[in-house]
């Protein structure tokens, strides 16, 4: 779900059947999910946390723990919009609750996490060759090596803008693919040289950052300057508004289903309800300690241990890192000390034959009073003497604190964990979400102890401070090796691929699969490998859509591949849907295409190949309401708003020629930028064809009689569709464009070029101009599997599928339901995710979205909301239909259909359930509506597929002059 849409709407997102679900939207889930949806997938993200690019009560720019003084008062919500985590764990080892800073919401751990994007050295995939005789678990190498991983490597660093000044000189030989980033601060200049002084190889710390903001180099909590290069920024909002991916927040997924070797798909609490989702494929991307306990959660009796765990390793070797504080005295004074995160020196790293780890700025240490509450739980836990020795005490450490954080400049000593199987993750006992169980063995505790060693004694000519804090395992600092990864079954979780063991479709694709810790920052790892395994995917999955964004040849220039620019409105599916059609229709090796809709229903129509954009349309709940009374729906400052977005659009892409369809400000906005403009209308709205007017659904059909308020219609029709032209005309002088004269069906139908996704022969002996072409219906049906029940619909009576689709009142359906459970007949019906609380009747079957060729024709008789594209689709299929209209579009589709003998008009407001019954007892009864519907599906059938496309070419020819209009 998007951009804070209510969830009780977003039923399209569960209804259908993803090519991918990815559970989580940190680091590995955002990165995979982004490049399967560039790629042409069709992705939904699962979020448990909140949208925070949308989060009104949003906590940022502080810790919570500032933010909210009291831990009395801290709530869960706070926790949530701080976007963190409330999950409740239980220490096992320490008999004590922790509440370690992980990320929840959109961004995940990366909405929290320091910037810092460094690479694990390529000792790092071969670390059994430093740790001989270690007790761990540590494997001889990875499964996957350097080399591998670093062209990957390059490619996050250009995806997440990292930027850099001086990159590691320990690693001269690698190429680093950084940007150039602004000078040291004078602080930070003065160490640098110092350290180099010393012998030592330090450098500036990789930052996926934005420059030029007054960044405190958050860590830990939300940035508020929006300069944090995290997941959501770079890869989630990308996927979501480019390449049709789709987001589902505030939803915690239960449970990982499985059929055979498969996963099917996941059921998520939704608002309280619980709801199934179905996908094709699952990226599991929650983090090191979620994603194991939902597995541990998912057991079937194909896996009673847990899915994918065959191995009995879901959950084992738990590592983190050990992090503890070096304090260098700094002599600048305390307003000019710097807590910059600057610089980094590797020269501990691989040290005597040992490898430990890094030294890196740590940047702004947190306030004081979240220091002092940190150390007051951690006395809480222990005994009587401790904690009465602690309040004696902590004045003195209050007092210290205070003078040490104004002249120690901290730097972060990260050192190599190891992992070990009784390091582990569980499901929670009671009271608790999690369970944990983690110890640090006596040669973990050794190597701790030589790596502080080490660095004081390289430091020495420093007054340094250490602040110890390796052993405390509460943070759980770059979790992660809770689903390893090896080639054997028996002793991993996932192969070198990240896909599970005995699943065909299960990837695991966070930290988890890590089977070593490394000794930097992991998140550039996650990316990378993400990255990795999801090209391996689009490389190897020919059976799944292969939809790329186009990459010219080589010699081929600007001019070889004209840029068509379709724009739609939005204030129905019909309107993007056929549009979307229309494009799909070209080939983008020949031609730059470019799509612009509302994103409302960008879930349902799925993905494009080519590059979307959002432009606003009214909301379809006020069209509705703007057109029940008789009002204008597109009022001067909509079209004016309109011309502005389309103006930014175009000068930004430049298009050669823009396809619109019901959107009267395109004749506005391509005049005055002088682009060739083809315009898709239906013939009914054209002011060349003469037609029955109905009235519509207006205020004055409930108070006035039938033929009466028909009559007054008549009377008045010209003079209220001519004030739909007038805020047109407003913004055309507005702008030095000449009026147009007439009504609402010229300001639609002001085009270049006009095509009519309609069967000629419906608009007999009509005059047409030269501009003008039948190009024959455009269908369009959601890619939605058939539901379960389908196969097992009776076979003794006939079938009426009934659609009223994104524009069908709100209670409609129900009142057809009720109409039909009275007839002999079986009914599937699809509520298009709007209508959620139906009670049909016995003799019928509900889904939101079926796949509407198919379910037309396995019918006798469709029932539909009156428009156009509905009524063309029962007639592909050569089935006669009723449509229950209420707009003026739907009245308009409907007068052509029932003229033509294929049709009944029902009014969807007050139609009464004996006039449905009658209708559809006249249909299914009526044969030579039954044969001319036939007759028509044939005519479709062999209506010529290329008007289009040669129109099109036509407009490409017809010189224009680029260039606003002065």
Known sequence: MEKGQDQEESITEIDLVWDWIVIGTGMGGSTFGHALAKAGRRVLFIEKGADQRVNQNKKAGNYLESLVPSPVERSAKDYKNAGRSHTKIWDATRGRWIKPILGSGTGGSSALYGMVLERFWKEDFEPGRWYKGSKSALPERWPILFDEMEPYYKEAEALFSVTSLRSDPLRSHQEFNYSSRPPLSPEGTRLMSSLINQGLHPYTLPLARKEGTSCPFCSSFLC????????????????????????????????????????????????????????????????????????????????????????????????????????????????????????????????????????????????????????DNDVATEGLMQRVGWIMIRPFVLWALKHILKRYRFMALMTEDLPFPENRVEEGGPGADITIHYSISPEEESRIRSARALVRKALGRWSTLLLSNAKNSKLLAHACGTCRMGEDPGTSVVNRMNRAHGLENLYIVDSSFFPSSGGVNPALTIAANALRVAQYIIDTQADAPMVREFIPPVNAGPEKRPKILFVADAVALSHPARLLQIARQLDPTLYDIHFASDPRYRAVLGPAPFSSHDIESIPSTDFDRIVSRGGVFFTEDVIEKYVQQELALCETLQPDIVIGEFRPSLSISTRLLKIPYIGILNAYYSPTTHMRHIIPEYVMTEWLPRKMAQGLFNLLRLWGYAKHARPVNAVRRRHGLPPLLGDLRHTLGDADWTLFPDIERLFPGRPISETQRYMGPISWTPEVPLPDWWDSLPTDRPVIYANLGSSGRNGVLQRVLDALGTLPVTVVAATAGRQTKLVPPANAFLTHFLPGKEAARRSALVITNGGNMSGYQALSEGKPFIGLASNVDQFLSMATFEDAGVAKLLRARTFAKKDLISAVQTLMNDSQAQKTASLLSTEMAAAPNDVFQSVLEEALKTPRAWGKTK
Not at 360 to 367: K, S
């Open 224 to 375: 508020e300057y929006d300069c944090k290069n995290d997941a959501a920024k770079i890869c989630l909002e990308p996927a979501l508004r480019n390449h049709g991916a789709a987001l589902l927040c505030d939803a915690e997924v239960l449970e990982i289903a499985a059929e055979g070797p498969r996963v099917s798909g996941v059921e998520v609490n939704l608002a309280g309800r619980s709801v199934f989702i179905r996908a094709h494929n699952i990226a599991l991307a929650a983090g090191a300690i979620l994603s194991p306990v939902l597995l541990l959660k998912s057991r079937s009796p194909q896996w009673p241990q847990g899915l994918g765990n065959a191995s009995g390793l879901v959950g084992r070797n738990l590592m983190r890192h050990y992090i503890d504080l070096i304090g260098i005295f700094s002599p600048a004074p305390p307003n000019e000390k710097g807590d910059e995160k600057e610089i980094g020196c590797n020269d501990f790293y691989l040290r005597d034959g040992e490898k430990f780890g890094t030294l890196a700025d740590f940047g702004t240490m947190p306030p004081l009073p979240v220091i002092l509450e940190d150390l």
